[in-house]
Structures are given as C-alpha cells and as structure tokens.
C-alpha cells in the first residue's frame, strides 16, 4: 500500500473521508470547482500532490468505451495530465454500443450468448471498423488535441493480444493467452499513451473479438500497473442490484471473488471482476471502478482523498 493510499484504505474506519465498505458516498459536485475562490484551487493542488509523487512512474491501465463515453473531451484532459504529471496511462477500449449501431445500420441482428457477442466472419469484419475506424481514431483525436501524446493501437499490431477461441458456439470470441509488452513499453518509455482498440490474432493470425475488459485485465497484470481502472455507466459495485444504497467503496479482492461466485452480480458487471480478481491476484496493486459519467473522474480518484466509485485493495 502506498502512503498517499494510506489516507484512504483503513481498518475499520477511514482517514480523510472514504466511506467503509457498503456506504454510500454522495456524488461529487464538480461545478463547484468553477465557483471557489484561488485559495481554495490552491488546497485541491496541495491535496493532489502526495498522489502525484506516489503514482509518478507508475503505469495506470484504463478500461474506457462503450456506455461510459459520455465526454471524452473530459477523459482526454484527465489522461493527459496523468501523463503531464509522470504517470504512464494505457487506455483499452472498447465498443460496444457502436458495434451494435453500425452492425444494424448494415442489417446485421446482434445475437449475445451469456452475455458476449456471437462474433462470425462477416462480424470480425464490422467489429474492425468500429472500434479501428471510429472509436479509437475518435479516442486518439481527443487525446491528441492537448498534443502529439496518443498513438492508436490494434490487439492485432506485433501480436500485441494473442488469443485462443473461448466458445465454438460464439464464434470468432477469443480469450487472451498472451500480451506482447514490449510494443506497450517501448511507448512509454518515449512518454506516449498507447490507445488499444481490443482485437486480438490467433496464432495463425484469425482476428478475434475480445471482451475489453478481459483485455484490460490481462494486460495490467501483464504490465504489472500499480492501478486498473474500469470505467462504467453505474456509481461502482452494488452489494445489492435492487438497492441504491447499497454501493460498496471500499472490498477486498477475497470479499470481490466470493461475491463474482455468488452469482448476483449483472451480467455485464462480471467480465469486470473476473479481470480484476485475475489482475489482482497476479501483482497489481489497486483496482477501480468508476462511474465514467461523472466528469473528470480519474482525476477524482487519483488525486482527491475522498475518491470515487469502488476501490479493490488486496
């Protein structure tokens, strides 16, 4: 554990306003920011500094896309300045939604099994040019507008996200089995942000559809990342679906594997915490997840004592 987490992670009872796990923590109120007087900017930039030294040179694996883009303007100014302040950000995205979009503007039916999506030839194809010919030319842009820092990544560049087929009933639906790290740490080593769009290649080269946040997952724990974050459309973890106040801030990895095999977590909600127990399990350090609606969240979880979403600690 960090020292600047030390503030946040306690046993029992929390120092510098985290709730314990299964309180409710109210949301944010970011307009605010633009009413304070500069003494009080002066104390946010003072708070934020411990976390700056802590995380400076550390990698921090961000899982974006799909429902959670609301503003990427927002997201593209917060990865920006964790690279500004010496953090290493690696974005994964993926599509979803605009998958979806563009297979019915083609007269494709999207059919799910278990919650992923029965990916064949023709689909392999759709799948490329959303998530390549759109979200992350669009994900890349925003970044790159604040500077020549993003460089747009496919899984199946150097054989960056190699894959085996998970199901045959699913089709061209791929599992990792391995991450080329090094065509991620030669970017950031030359202070880039790598921006992964999550195809990934069988060993004769197949392109596959993989879930972005088994992608994410696998590749923080294969860049051993002091931080994961997911990025979603929900305030965080919910101890119960059919309760609002039942958001959990703060479990351990033991407590988050017994509720993934409890059963009662959404459909959409386990690939997530199967990755980030893996990941957990396997050297990084902290996990998020974090309701990407809310603007500049990173910003508020990296850097802010309070924080936001759900926080996994070992």
Do not use: W
């Amino acid at each position: 554990m960090t020292s600047a987490e030390s503030a946040r992670v306690g046993e029992g009872t929390v120092v510098g306003g985290r709730p314990e796990v299964g309180e409710v923590r109210a949301a944010p109120v970011v307009e605010a920011l633009l009413e304070i007087g500069p003494e009080a900017k002066a104390a946010i930039l003072a708070e934020a500094l411990p976390y700056i030294r802590e995380f400076s040179g550390k990698t921090i694996v961000v899982k974006y896309g799909g429902n959670a883009m609301s503003d990427l303007e927002l997201f593209a100014q917060d990865v920006v300045l964790m690279r500004l302040v010496g953090m290493n950000p690696v974005v994964i995205h993926g599509g979803g939604p605009q998958i979806t979009e563009l297979m019915a503007r083609l007269g494709k039916e999207s059919t799910f099994i278990d919650g992923l999506r029965v990916t064949d030839a023709e689909t392999v194809d759709i799948v490329r040019m959303a998530l390549l010919g759109k979200v992350n030319r669009e994900v890349v842009g925003a970044i790159n507008r604040h500077g020549p820092y993003a460089i747009g990544f496919s899984g199946e560049d150097a054989g960056l996200v190699t894959v085996r087929q998970r199901d045959p009933r699913l089709g061209f639906v791929g599992d990792v089995s391995r991450i080329n790290t090094s065509v991620l740490e030669r970017q950031v080593a030359e202070e880039f942000i790598p921006v992964i769009a999550t195809i990934g290649v069988d060993e004769e080269g197949q392109a596959y559809n993989v879930n972005a946040d088994t992608v994410a997952g696998a590749i923080a724990e294969a860049l051993g990342a002091e931080k994961l974050v997911y990025l979603t459309n929900v305030p965080g973890l919910f101890g119960d679906l059919h309760d609002a106040d039942s958001l959990i801030s703060q479990i351990t990895v033991k407590e988050l594997a017994e509720l993934l095999d409890s059963g009662t977590l959404s459909e959409g909600m386990v690939p997530k915490i199967r990755s980030c127990v893996a990941a957990m399990r396997n050297g990084v350090g902290r996990a998020h997840l974090l309701d990407g609606r809310i603007p500049h969240a990173l910003l508020l979880e990296c850097f802010t004592r309070q924080g936001v979403g759900t926080m996994v600690v070992p």
